[in-house]
């Protein structure tokens, strides 16, 4: 499975570092959390394969592979209810 931040979905890194999503169309905004912005990063890094950002991180924060892949899994579901993000493959 391979994710992606929806077509018309704006993402920008805030001045204190954090991530912010937000869909003009449907006023749907995420403030990301320093882990959420981490994860963000390993998702874009890792081709939008969350099993693959999860490992790596989970790798670098010295935790259980099957909890990292549980917190993408939440989040993820998170993001695409609000309509942020999208599952292409």
């Known amino acids: 499975m391979?994710?992606?931040?929806?077509?018309?979905v704006d993402v920008a890194v805030?001045?204190?570092?954090r991530l912010e999503l937000t869909c003009p169309a449907s006023g749907s905004?995420?403030?990301?959390?320093a882990i959420s912005t981490a994860m963000w990063?390993?998702?874009?890094?890792?081709g939008g394969r969350p099993d693959a950002a999860a490992a790596l991180l989970a790798k670098?924060?010295?935790l259980n592979p099957e909890?990292?892949?549980s917190d993408f899994s939440l989040w993820i579901e998170e993001l695409r209810a609000?309509?942020?993000l999208q599952i292409i493959a």
Do not use: K, T
């Not at 905004?29 to 959390?33: D, P, T």
């Open 41 to 46: 990063i390993a998702l874009l890094q890792q």
């Open 60 to 62: 670098h924060w010295d």
């Open 82 to 84: 609000a309509g942020l």
């Open 2 to 8: 391979r994710v992606r931040a929806r077509p018309g």
């Open 14 to 17: 805030l001045e204190d570092g």
């Open 67 to 69: 909890y990292m892949q």
């Open 29 to 33: 905004r995420f403030l990301c959390s």
